[in-house]
């Protein structure tokens, strides 16, 4: 059963162009969310996050976005950069639950073509 | 001068073996955590601990049990491997179990188990 999805497994993308990486859920009881990019044969780095109490997140060129309502959450990148290219999971977390116990995606591979 | 390290990166071993794979993390956090990727991709979390104790537990054969000798130091211990637990295992940690706080996570461990 998964919480947290990320339907798109690859992305494609012209250098200088916007990424826009989605992500959707679907426990309601989620009100923590990030973003973590990983390179190969390396972990997970945190990139953005955001809270359930906000619907948008700004940190240089990295966008979070989120629509509760729709469950739905988005990583905006601009512009993007031949570096970017990686895999990114998003993954959520509960307030006052196993805190600390982040619901992952499977993860969108992004390549950014130069 | 890494911060969550874990040793070693790539293990292969034989069906019915027991191995150990080490944790360390020089950030001063009082939660560390174990997450499994397994060859779908799902990164869950295994075990968690705060300030040696053990929190989170999920349902995980009991062949795996973690130690953890201090607050800076989780390691996992595998007994009877089986080929099931080929997978990528991460170790990451916290500041503590407060509400919001980024995961880091080491480089990972690549066990094969043939």
């Known amino acids: 059963d998964q919480q947290v999805k990320q339907n798109s497994p690859s992305l494609s993308v012209q250098e200088g162009r916007i990424s826009i990486l989605n992500c959707d859920y679907t426990?309601?009881?989620?009100?923590?969310f990030l973003w973590y990019k990983k390179y190969p044969a390396e972990g997970p780095t945190f990139l953005i996050s955001?809270?359930?109490?906000?619907d948008k997140n700004e940190d240089g060129r990295f966008t979070v976005f989120l629509n509760k309502s729709a469950k739905h959450l988005s990583l905006h990148i601009v512009p993007s950069q031949p570096g970017d290219s990686a895999v990114y999971f998003c993954?959520?977390?509960?307030?006052?639950?196993?805190?600390?116990?982040?619901?992952f995606g499977k993860g969108t591979k992004l390549s950014v073509k130069p | 001068d890494t911060a969550v390290s874990q040793t070693p990166k790539y293990l292969v071993t034989q069906m019915g073996n027991d191995k150990s794979i080490k944790c360390e993390q020089n950030?001063?956090?009082?939660?560390m955590y174990w997450y499994k990727q397994d060859s779908k991709k799902f990164l869950k979390i295994m075990f968690s601990?705060?300030?040696?104790?053990?929190?989170i537990n999920e349902t995980v054969p009991n062949r795996f049990s973690p130690k953890s000798p201090d607050k800076a130091h989780l390691n996992l211990h595998i007994n009877s491997l089986e080929l099931g637990d080929s997978a990528v295992y991460f170790c990451?940690?916290?500041?503590?179990?407060?509400?919001?706080?980024?995961?880091?996570f080491g480089e990972g461990s690549w066990l094969t188990v043939v």
């Open positions: 990451a940690s916290s500041a503590d179990r407060a509400y919001g706080n980024t995961i880091y």
């Open positions: 426990n309601s009881m989620f009100d923590y």
């Open positions: 955001i809270s359930s109490i906000k």
């Open positions: 993954a959520a977390s509960i307030y006052g639950g196993s805190q600390g116990n982040l619901i």
């Open positions: 950030l001063g956090h009082d939660t």
């Open positions: 601990y705060n300030n040696k104790e053990l929190i």
